[in-house]
């Protein structure tokens, strides 16, 4: 429960730090290959459990989801255009 609701936290942070919807998948892989190493130099070994792998590959797909839905949403947003004259001509 704790890396899914880490998941939605980075989703959010992608939103604020990245704004880009291309560029969510990229950011959410680095995030998680560092994670991987830091997992591996703390464990002295390389992850091989299943769940491992599991709740990783689902909290990536999830992050990168979320994240792009909301950078989606920001990027499409409609341009005002006011039609009022400009004043100072």
Not at 3 to 15: D, K, R
Not at 49 to 67: F, P, Q, S
């Amino acid at each position: 429960m704790a890396f899914i609701l880490n998941a939605l936290t980075c989703a959010l942070a992608l939103l604020y730090f990245i704004r880009r919807g291309k560029q969510c998948l990229d950011f959410t892989v680095t995030v998680h290959f560092f994670h991987l190493l830091g997992c591996w130099v703390y464990n002295s070994r390389f992850p091989a459990t299943l769940t491992w792998w599991l709740v990783h590959v689902v909290c990536t797909a999830l992050m990168a989801a979320i994240g792009e839905y909301l950078c989606m949403r920001i990027e499409l947003r409609e341009i005002p255009l006011s039609s009022a004259p400009k004043s100072n001509v």
